[in-house]
């Protein structure tokens, strides 16, 4: 696609539940990057891919938060038990590979726990 | 160590005015340096990025200039314009890893 697209682009969901984030990168980009947005912070990094495998996975705050990267293209960051902390913009981003200096961000899932 | 200060969380600039924004770091193991634009409902987007071993880049009316010894870098935007208002958020990458380390934004309104 042309840019780095993520779904839903708004969810809201009970305290609780289990939630999935997609992230469809831009295609040929082999690193892939979850941050979270929470209001009025910067950005604060959660996962790192390079293909299928995730070389750094320092970020996911708890254990209740996990991801997956199929094929080198799709990734799918899945939140269980949400709590109301979690509430959060979740953005994605893309970048050619390892090294390469520019990431290219999605829109972002805002994520609302009630 | 791994913070990057960023300042003001603030400002209001009229047009055709400079703004700038300051970020300080402590980890001298940063080697990357960009800038990002988030417009309201958007991604950032990269707007302009520096390495330590130049003091100042410029890209049209944007400049990044940097202070490797005292761990420093601000952007300033000249000839500022509405279409400037937006939150910037400086950032730091660590030489080997793949993660940006980001500070706390700035929004920015450029008053008609």
């Known amino acids: 696609g042309a840019g780095v697209s993520q779904s839903p682009s708004n969810k809201v969901t009970e305290k609780g539940k289990d939630v999935e984030l997609r992230c469809d990168p831009i295609?040929?980009?082999?690193?892939l990057y979850w941050y979270r947005q929470s209001l009025g912070q910067g950005l604060e990094f959660l996962i790192y891919f390079q293909g299928n495998s995730a070389p750094d996975k320092s970020g996911l705050p708890s254990d209740r938060f996990s991801a997956e990267r199929t094929g080198g293209s799709v990734s799918t960051l899945t939140i269980q038990r949400t709590q109301q902390e979690d509430s959060a913009v979740y953005l994605c981003?893309?970048?050619?590979?390892?090294?390469?200096?520019?990431?290219?961000f999605g829109q972002g899932t805002r994520l609302t726990v009630v | 160590q791994q913070q990057v200060k960023q300042s003001p969380q603030s400002l209001i600039v009229q047009k055709g005015g400079i703004s700038i924004i300051n970020c300080a770091y402590e980890?001298?193991?940063?080697?990357?340096f960009p800038w990002y634009q988030q417009f309201p409902g958007k991604g950032p987007a990269l707007l302009i990025a520096i390495r330590p071993d130049v003091s100042e880049k410029k890209e049209g009316r944007f400049t990044i200039s940097f202070n490797k010894s005292a761990k420093q870098f601000s952007l300033h935007i000249m000839d500022s314009q509405p279409g400037d208002s937006a939150t910037y958020f400086c950032?730091?990458?660590?030489?080997?890893?793949?993660?940006?380390?980001f500070g706390t934004g700035t929004r920015l309104l450029v008053s008609p």
């Open positions: 295609s040929g980009h082999t690193a």
């Open positions: 950032a730091a990458r660590r030489t080997g890893f793949q993660k940006l380390v």
């Open positions: 980890n001298t193991a940063f080697d990357y």
């Open positions: 981003a893309s970048s050619l590979g390892p090294g390469d200096t520019e990431a290219f």
